[in-house]
């Protein structure tokens, strides 16, 4: 099948996103069938049918076969092992993480620089819990540097984290070169400077633990909530660092 653009969803998408198409493909999931049976079970005229076979079948994910029996008749047969592979690359295309495992990457160290604007809580936690899980080389900073906080420090124990950092402005890094650049706060957005190399940036809304009147219990919300996305950048980062 061919490659989708980025802005269009992946062909299996668009193919399989035809309700009479996904008809078809579902009752060929079960067994091969006949045109007049295809009929039959769709309630729609055979040439309506056939048109959407022909689709599928020049995706090559339907094949046909003349009957052994009957050399006038014709199965159709559904082939899920290209149907699999089209749903994982549809699933790349959303998300790596959702693309199934990859074994033909080749081991990158990716570079992340986590941004937040007091460099005390999220920030430090996002970079402790990427190298925790990965052994990537992730730094934190902040427009507005402050002592860590102890309650981050207490979350991240609760990860098998041993967090110690020194608050660090983003100035220092404005020479570096990162694959990401990741925001944690709406604030720090606002005023990220440029980086060399254009990395990858993104951001997360992710309010500041500090601030809550829930006290502990806030930066453990944040650390969970952190740990979750950091489970699915995962998949992404070592991509976009091949890339580079």
């Known amino acids: 099948m061919p490659t989708a653009e980025p802005s269009e969803p992946p062909p299996f998408v668009r193919l399989a996103g035809d309700p009479l198409r ?67 690359e549809a699933g790349s295309a959303l998300h790596p993480s959702l693309g199934g495992p990859r074994t033909d990457r080749k081991p990158v160290k990716p570079r992340v620089l986590f941004l937040c604007t007091g460099n005390s809580g999220r920030s430090p936690m996002a970079a402790a819990l990427l190298r925790h899980r990965t052994g990537a080389e992730a730094v934190s900073a902040g427009s507005h540097p402050k002592p860590l906080r102890p309650e981050a420090v207490r979350a991240m124990a609760e990860y098998g984290i041993s967090l110690a950092h020194e608050p660090t402005h983003l100035d220092a890094f404005r020479q570096r070169r990162f694959h990401w650049v990741i925001s944690l706060c709406d604030r720090v957005r606002e005023v990220c400077p440029e980086f060399p190399g254009r990395p990858r940036t993104i951001h997360w809304s992710i309010p500041d633990p500090a601030r809550d009147a829930d006290g502990y219990p806030a930066f453990r919300r944040v650390a969970a909530e952190l740990d979750t996305r950091i489970g699915f950048l995962m998949a992404t980062i070592p991509e976009e660092a091949s890339r580079a």
Do not use: I
């Not at 014709?74 to 994982?88: E, G, I, V």
């Open 22 to 88: 996904w008809r078809l493909m579902r009752e060929l999931a079960q067994s091969d069938r006949r045109v007049r049976e295809l009929v039959e079970v769709v309630g729609q005229p055979q040439n309506l049918v056939s048109y959407h076979l022909g689709k599928l079948r020049a995706a090559e994910l339907v094949t046909a076969r003349r009957s052994s029996f009957d050399g006038r008749d014709t199965y159709y047969h559904l082939d899920l092992r290209r149907c699999a592979d089209a749903l994982t």
